[in-house]
């Protein structure tokens, strides 16, 4: 008789049971490290010579010219001395300082009224996208592609007594036009700050056309089924929506006009008399002359300028637009 007894199967033969994480996806001690020192050293090769360009032809010369502003050096003396504020002084005594920040003040607040009341009408009026309006955004945007030197020498052409915009007027009003637009104090100033206008104007038109195409407009739509008509429409929901757009285009325009030279040099050369001499034509007229020091203190004040006239008009600025 064969008796049949259980037998226990023999131990299948199983393989070890391997790490789920193979031995090349270990991290290696050290490793993010050296990256993120890669990384560093890869920006500061990119960012270097961009850093030294700003150093050397901006940063270094302007702490040059803050320290010669209280020094007494002319081209006619081998020395340079320390003055302190000699140089502010007799500015201030001549009538120099006072008489270039009147100016340069004037022109910039004049500049930049014209250039954001021109702007932005341009801009509500083209700001649907289509043929027309890309034709004349275009045609308003070629004087920003000129050279200020050569817009200023064109107007001055173009005002001259005898030059074609006197002879438009002549041609709508009695009698003959001969008016001087340039060579009179009265009007030289405005004049030459609405020529500096209408050079950036077409820049300023786009950033507010951005701001404007940003309106939603389910809210247009909205106010016009509950009424609302075009300039309540614009005054109370697109003007407001604008503000981001409003500030920086009015800073913007007002510190481009307190360092204006190129129109005021090609068109009057801070003419007639001083009238249109504001700080920057002050300060090439000095150099011009010898005295490099004034010069340098001049520089120096419009710097002080701007810094004053900029941060507080944007502080306040932007408080406006949170309460918009």
């Known amino acids: 008789m064969i008796s049949l007894s259980a037998t226990a199967p ?3 033969q199983t393989e070890p049971v391997r790490d789920s994480v193979s031995s090349s996806e270990v991290p290696i001690p050290g490793t993010s490290s050296r990256r993120r020192r890669g990384s560093r050293l890869h920006q500061a090769l990119f960012a270097g010579p961009s850093i030294l360009l700003v150093a050397v032809f901006f940063v270094v010369p302007f702490l040059a010219s803050v320290v010669f502003a209280f020094t007494r ?20 005594d001549l009538g120099i300082l006072t008489h270039a920040i009147k100016v340069t003040v004037i022109y910039a607040i004049t500049s930049m009224v014209v250039q954001n009341i021109i702007s932005l009408t341009l801009a509500v009026a083209l700001a649907d996208t289509n043929r027309v309006n890309t034709l004349f955004r275009s045609l308003f945007f070629i004087p920003v592609l000129v050279s200020p030197l050569a817009a200023g020498y064109i107007w001055a052409a173009v005002l001259d007594p005898s030059g074609p915009f006197n002879s438009f ?55 016009t089924i509950d009424g609302a008509g075009p300039w309540r429409r614009f005054w109370s929901i697109r003007f407001r929506l604008l503000a981001p757009a409003f500030t920086f285009n009015v800073v913007l325009t007002l510190v481009g006009a307190f360092s204006a030279l190129d129109v005021v040099f090609s068109t009057t050369n801070g003419g007639p008399g001083d009238a249109t001499s504001v700080l920057n034509v002050a300060v090439y007229n000095q150099y011009a002359q010898g005295y490099f020091g004034s010069a340098s203190a001049l520089g120096l004040v419009i710097t002080l300028m701007v810094i004053l006239t900029a941060v507080p008009l944007i502080g306040w600025l932007r408080r406006r637009e949170v309460q918009m």
Request: hydrophobic residues 45%; negative net charge.
């Open 10 to 12: 023999p131990p299948e």
């Open 73 to 92: 050096w002319t081209g006619f003396s081998d020395t340079i001395t320390w003055s302190g504020l000699d140089n502010f002084k007799l500015l201030n």
């Open 169 to 223: 007027l002549s041609a709508l009003l009695p009698g003959q036009v001969h008016y001087s637009w340039l060579g009179h104090s009265t009007s030289a100033l405005l004049t030459v700050a609405s020529i500096d206008a209408w050079k950036w104007s077409g820049l300023v038109t786009l950033v507010y056309i951005a701001g404007l195409n940003r309106v939603p407009r389910q809210v247009i739509e909205a106010a």
